[in-house]
């Protein structure tokens, strides 16, 4: 038990919760404990405490910061619940990733980049300016120019301006240039009007179209293999120009400047895969040769402490710069050294501090750019916060977790309430107050199966109850490999040239402590070549109005059967198409933009959120219109296309692929957006189900999964092994390891102290030897 006890007064009170799939829900939460929410995938977790608990706390807030222009700005939604009570300030940190911004890094992310530019402006030798001139984010600006002055007699001054900015002025602070192949942007045998540019997007129908055709620096109708080097380098080059075009005000920009600002500033990953293939064939990335991928200018190169500058710093291993800071003796900036100190000794403590400062921040995994969030509220004296975690262990190594359950008791022993959503054994332990929902998966949940302490939650008859002290026994027999896949000198990040040799044709685990090298040595040294399925940690692509069906192809084939079965057009039966509402152009809600505030969603009132207009619901196929089919669960839509009417072998083979995988509770109408981590992952790898690979990568699968629902994974695994295929699988969860055929465990630490292969074997081996941790964890979990 904490030492804040909680009394009748001081509770939080839900009453009638009913946001998504929860059944009327009421339940008393003691403030200032840590309280669990735990349950099977799919079970109302997050509905309870994101979408019901936080999202009205964070309302609240927002409702109180725009008291002063209500009557301007709407308010946010309220979540589907009759009455909240004793709420207090919800600070969030959820899995979402930081942002794949080129611009953003760990630093950046955090507070650490900005209490490093000040002590370099400080303490710099040579003194180069105020700490702008240590950011790559800021460039350097000279101007000058006349004033009028308005002082008793109005004049007119000369005035210049400087500002010394750290941006390189080469790669403008990317760290990387880019070079355009030409033949990729156009087909120099055509004229613009026969379509000469290649690039998607950029159709001689739409705006960009016209605004060439019509800037009148070329002639549309000449190839452009003939142009003047004058009406080519306005083609390509040309800076941002002010023209007219039919009577419309326009700006016309060289293709070349124009394709950097619209695609080229953006993360290669997070592009549509159409835009991604574009940019992957047509540039090509290298590092800065003139600030060498530091993405500073010279001037904040130069400046040092103690011999190192800026970017030295930056690209130190967190845990070698919290040393450097730390014999660092000047009084004069003594708080500003303090601060640093405990910032980033807190990457340090929650089990980042193989990091560094300078890592690019969409490289981040879900479970790292959680710790990142977390280390802002580390040092925080604020008290009587609510803490809300969205399984905070994920990516974690058993050895890690303790440290994590260790801040998670800093924060509630400082006088916060911690609500986190676990599934991990070891953190549930700790837990002042254990709430348990199900009793299964979407409509089947949705209810609070158990709440209480962890020792009455042991004796309960719930499915975590039942689980909780799960272990499991070694295998008997492990496969015998039909081949190897070799790793020669790997070195990516921080491996040491590894040389290991991968069993085909077996369940492979590859395990060690978060930052030992795991993913560097899969991802980075297995060529993406054909045969190869790697289902890693990366964001779906998708925007709000993406959905299980479209995402899996599974929308296809309905349309195709609900148009056969009426004899009308399939685009009727999309809801980004012909067929989509009017008032809300298919996306169910009606949204409001509130610029840097949250935006507010409405259900449409016009088709009450189905997302079609009226006429279409009239078609129907086996009794049910296309809305209704979509808000099916998976298990409910499987069996719906399995025989009669509407019997559909396409869309089912889809469907039992996501059942497969665990997602049989998700509806297929339901928004990418609102899906976990795990959810995700799990729905890209029913997607590569499909894929004719023989050898599947999965980068840790059981991400978001209960207890029970790991047994169904690890069926899975083995189904895909025995037809054939070779698994190599990235996982912490000991019942993963206990069933592999084979393990390679990489440290012994992280970061530097990583990148080497401490034990390869079976995973009988690895416990009779205990020579790493990941042996002695496993030794502990397993059964006698």
């Known amino acids: 038990m904490g030492k804040h006890a909680a009394d009748s007064h001081d509770l939080i009170r839900v009453h009638g919760a009913r946001e998504n799939n929860l059944k009327d829900v009421s339940i008393e939460l003691p403030k200032r404990r840590l309280t669990v929410f735990t349950g099977v995938s799919g079970s109302g977790k997050s509905s309870l405490v994101f979408s019901t608990i936080a999202a009205e706390s964070q309302r609240m807030i927002n409702e109180t910061y725009s008291a002063f222009v209500q009557g301007f700005m709407p308010t946010l939604a309220r979540p589907e619940v009759d009455r909240l009570e004793g709420l207090t300030t919800a600070i969030v940190v959820d899995q979402q990733r930081i942002g794949s911004d080129p611009r953003s890094t760990v630093g950046t992310a955090t507070d650490a980049n900005a209490m490093l530019r000040i002590l370099f402006s400080r303490l710099g030798k040579p003194h180069i300016g105020g700490p702008n001139a240590f950011s790559f984010n800021v460039p350097s600006v000279r101007a000058s120019g006349a004033v009028t002055v308005e002082r008793g007699n109005a004049r007119t001054e000369k005035v210049t301006f400087s500002r010394t900015g750290g941006m390189c002025p080469r790669c403008e602070g990317r760290g990387s240039v880019t070079d355009l192949d030409l033949t990729q942007l156009y087909d120099a045998d055509k004229s613009l009007n026969e379509g ?29 293999k003939k142009y003047t080097k004058r009406e080519l380098s306005d083609f390509l080059h040309k800076e941002p120009t002010k023209i007219k075009v039919d009577g419309i005000n326009l700006t016309y920009e060289g293709l070349i ?6 695609m080229l500033s953006k993360d290669v990953e ?37 011999g190192i500058n800026i970017a030295d710093a930056c690209a130190m291993q967190i845990s070698d710069l919290a040393e450097w800071v730390r014999a660092l003796d000047e009084p004069s900036v003594a708080p500003l050294l303090e601060g640093l100190r ?8 929650i089990g980042l501090g193989y990091l560094s400062l300078d890592r690019p921040a969409g490289t981040l995994s879900g479970g790292e750019a959680q710790r990142v969030k977390l280390v802002r509220h580390l040092g925080s004296s604020l008290t009587d916060i609510t803490y809300v975690f969205d399984e905070p262990t994920i990516g974690l190594h058993p050895h890690d977790i303790a440290r994590m359950n260790d801040l998670l008791l800093q924060l509630r022993d400082k006088g916060n309430t911690v609500l986190v959503i676990e599934h991990k054994p070891e953190t549930i332990a700790i837990a002042d107050h254990v709430v348990d ?34 272990r499991v026994a070694l295998k008997p027999a492990v496969r015998e490999p039909t081949g190897t896949l070799p790793i020669r000198g790997a070195n990516t990040h921080n491996l040491r040239d590894v040389d290991v040799d991968i069993p085909l044709g077996v369940l492979t685990v590859v395990t060690g402590v978060a930052g030992s090298g795991k993913s560097s040595l899969l991802h980075g040294s297995i060529p993406a070549a054909a045969g190869v399925v790697a289902v890693d940690q990366s964001p779906i692509r998708g925007s709000r109005r993406s959905n299980p069906a479209t995402y899996t192809g599974l929308l296809e084939p309905i349309r195709k059967a ?3 079965a009426n004899g009308v057009k399939p685009a009727l039966f999309s809801a980004n198409s012909e067929g989509a509402c009017p008032t809300c152009n298919g996306a169910g809600v009606v949204y409001t933009d509130l610029g840097m505030m949250a935006g507010v969603s409405s259900v449409c009132e016009e088709c009450e959120g189905k997302r079609f207009e009226a006429s279409v619901l009239q078609y129907k196929m086996g009794g049910q219109d296309i809305s209704e089919v979509l808000a099916m669960p998976v298990t409910e839509a499987e069996a719906f296309f399995a025989t009669g009417e509407a019997k559909l072998p396409a869309a089912h083979a889809i469907l039992r692929r996501l059942a497969d995988v665990g997602l049989g509770y998700l509806g297929i109408g339901q928004a990418l957006t609102t899906l976990s981590g795990g959810e995700r992952q799990r729905l890209k790898l029913a997607t590569h189900m499909a894929d004719k690979g023989g050898l599947y990568v999965l980068d840790e699968p059981t991400t978001g999964l209960h207890l029970a629902d790991v047994e169904q994974l690890l069926g899975l695994l083995d189904r895909l092994v025995d037809s054939g295929k070779s698994v190599i699988v990235i996982e912490h969860h000991q019942a993963v390891m206990a069933h592999a055929d084979w393990i390679i465990d990489l440290g012994p630490g992280a970061g530097h102290d990583g990148g080497r292969i401490v034990f390869e074997g079976t995973p009988a081996d690895l416990v009779a030897a205990r020579s790493t941790l990941t042996g002695e964890h496993l030794a502990d979990y397993v059964r006698r």
């Not at 991604?276 to 400046?303: D, I």
């Not at 405990?342 to 403590?349: A, R």
């Not at 949940?445 to 909780?468: N, P, Y």
């Open 196 to 224: 000469a540019i290649t690039v998607p997007g950029y159709s001689m129908d739409g705006w960009y179209g016209r605004i060439f055709t019509g800037c009148g620096y070329f002639d549309p109708d000449k190839p452009i």
């Open 257 to 262: 400047p124009k394709i950097q600002k619209s």
């Open 270 to 306: 997070a592009m549509q895969p159409h835009i991604r293939a574009f940019v992957e064939r047509a540039v090509t990335f290298q590092t800065c040769p003139e600030c060498g991928g530091t993405r500073l200018a010279e001037g904040a190169r130069s400046s040092k402490v103690k």
């Open 342 to 349: 405990h910032s980033l000794d807190s990457f340090v403590e």
């Open 437 to 470: 929902l199900g009793p299964g998966a979407g409509a089947a949940g949705g209810q609070i199966c158990f709440t209480g302490t962890v020792k009455q939650l042991r004796g309960s008859d719930t499915a975590t109850g039942r689980h909780l002290a799960d």
């Open 562 to 564: 609900f148009a056969k």
